[in-house]
């Protein structure tokens, strides 16, 4: 292995010159279409090496740029067209376009041919890679290469979950003649079973030795774990088990539970509710230094890039919190105690939105007048010096987790996600998790865990249930359970509805909510499922808008 210390010492060197490098693009990729023939700013071809770390953190730099351009519409798509996130009558026509499934071919926001400039950015650098380069006794560009062949796959699936289709490439389009070649197209299983096969002999590799890019953020969350990107692409394929195994092993080996400082409580005196203790959630969880974080996409606001979201939530107020997405918070009960409970999840108003006719008198200079409900989780998503947005979190692979072994035929294990934590306490207990969901062999008195169900190691013993962030000691709560069904397969979409249930209270507005929808809605083959919630929160065209989303065809952006 490598030694950390040397390896850390030889980044820091270009520590300084990285803050600017980081917001500055290949100058030659082109914004327009690459496969457009008739495009001046194509790449020249060059006999330069990345040999070194040193030298490849120039290469990651154009990726890390081409790949901001993609965050704000990651959200952006990801919420205005599902239903937790909507318009304000201050929206502009590219929001509004968004949120009505009706785009004009100059929406920024739904421009391919920006993916494909991440695309081309990583083929650049991949082919640039010399993974022959040995540092004691370690191949040390292997880490380097991993890294970006995860920021491809995530950007090609990005692509066809939002396109349908993908055009796919390895190599980078450098010249007129590469661009006029034939490439095939992919739909997303199609593409999901070559970037499987394309990632796995990465999947154990290190991600790089982390440098500090300001504000206490480092590189390495700018990365998406493979085992991540393996576990969404099994998730999606419906090879759960699998799916389950890739997230269990990111857990384990990068030691990832639910933090137990996130979790909100009302504080009780003499058996009444009498304030909320946010502990750390409100304010740190989308801190840039949180330990929440598993992926970020990041940009520097030195030089102008930055991510727009908090200025269309709050100083423009263009976007706001849905009703559904209010009433989804306000609906749930919390609870202290068996006998003393009270309404809505703390991770609602205070936490994931503010209302601001209630905290401030006026609205300050140059507000929108109309503020009501403000949006707040992106708030804290900037430093002096760095600002992104979430891509993965602790709470988003726990939840993945629960939606694969779900449908692997494990329900309680999946309901223990949400309700207790994963502790090595709860996996031991029978009547939790019973014993045929957790073990591959067993009796009475024994049993040898699957190997994505072993939670044995003292890094889960605090673990804690993920609807416990918002709604309090829910563990405890014989009324929050799995009830008396018919079938096993009645149980299992019964906890799929309270999993997505939870990805809306927990994950609201981070840029995921239309994807899950479109799964569970494609495994069940049910395009009403996500219809008839999308639909729900247009009060003018309801009827127009589940009738659009009922063709299957509508879920996906034109290509102009």
Not at 133 to 143: G, N, S, T
Request: glycine share 4%; proline share 3%; hydrophobic share 40%.
């Amino acid at each position: 292995m490598v030694n950390s210390k040397k390896y850390e010492h030889t980044m820091k060197k270009i520590n300084k010159i990285w803050i600017g490098v980081l917001v500055i693009a290949f100058s030659a990729y082109s914004c327009d279409s690459i496969f457009d023939v008739d495009s001046e700013r194509i790449l020249k071809p060059d006999d330069h090496k990345i040999e070194s770390p040193d030298e490849a953190i120039y290469g990651n730099a154009g990726v890390f740029s081409s790949l901001s351009k993609l965050s704000d519409r990651y959200v952006l798509l990801g919420e205005l067209r599902a239903d937790l996130m909507d318009v304000t009558v201050n929206a502009n026509t590219y929001l509004e376009e968004i949120n009505q499934f009706e785009f004009a071919a100059d929406n920024p926001f739904v421009d391919y041919k920006d993916y494909y400039e991440v695309i081309n950015a990583c083929n650049y650098v991949l082919q640039k890679i010399d993974t022959t380069i040995i540092l004691e006794a370690e191949k040390i560009m292997y880490r380097e290469y991993a890294a970006i062949k995860g920021i491809r796959a995530w950007t090609y699936m990005q692509m066809t979950l939002n396109f349908g289709k993908v055009t796919y490439y390895e190599t980078p389009i450098l010249t007129l003649s590469e661009a006029e070649n034939q490439y095939p197209e992919y739909n997303l299983y199609e593409l999901a079973d070559v970037l499987i096969t394309d990632l796995l002999p990465w999947k154990d590799i290190e991600l790089p030795v982390p440098i500090s890019l300001g504000d206490n953020v480092g590189t390495n969350k700018l990365f998406f774990p493979i085992n991540m990107l393996l576990g969404d692409l099994y998730l999606w394929k419906g090879e759960y088990e699998q799916a389950a195994i890739a997230y269990h092993e990111l857990m384990t080996e990068e030691e990832l539970y639910p933090y137990e400082n996130y979790y909100m409580r009302w504080v009780v005196e003499n058996n009444t509710f009498t304030e909320r203790y946010y502990v750390n959630w409100v304010y740190n969880i989308f801190d840039l230094t949180s330990y929440e974080q598993i992926s970020l996409i990041a940009s520097s606001v030195e030089f102008g890039k930055g991510v727009l979201l908090d200025s269309l939530a709050v100083y423009k107020y263009e976007i706001a919190p849905s009703d559904v997405a209010v009433n989804t918070w306000e609906k749930q009960s919390y609870y202290h105690s068996a006998n003393l409970m009270t309404d809505g999840d703390l991770r609602g108003e205070n936490g994931s939105y503010y209302d601001y006719s209630s905290y401030y008198l006026s609205v300050g200079s140059g507000m929108p007048s109309n503020m009501r409900n403000v949006i707040r989780k992106y708030a804290n998503m900037s430093g002096e010096k760095s600002q992104a947005i979430a891509v993965y979190r602790i709470a988003t692979l726990y939840l993945r987790y629960a939606e694969a072994v779900n449908r692997a035929g494990k329900p309680n294990l999946a309901f223990a996600v949400l309700k207790h934590g994963l502790t090595p306490q709860i996996m031991a207990t029978d009547s939790i998790v019973p014993r045929h969901e957790k073990y591959s062999t067993y009796t009475d008195t024994t049993g040898s865990f699957l190997s994505f169900t072993n939670f044995n190691d003292v890094i889960f013993e605090t673990s804690g249930g993920i609807h416990e962030r918002g709604s309090g000691n829910v563990s405890l709560i014989p009324a929050y359970r799995i009830p008396e069904l018919e079938s096993l397969e009645d149980s299992i979409e019964y906890v799929e509805d309270k999993i997505v249930e939870e990805l809306a209270l927990e994950l609201a507005f981070e840029g995921n909510r239309f994807h899950d929808l479109m799964r569970v809605a494609i495994r069940r083959n049910d395009p009403s499922y996500l219809a008839d919630k999308v639909a729900a929160k247009h009060k003018d065209n309801a009827e127009a808008i589940k009738t659009k989303l009922m063709d299957m065809n509508n879920w996906y952006l034109p290509k102009y």
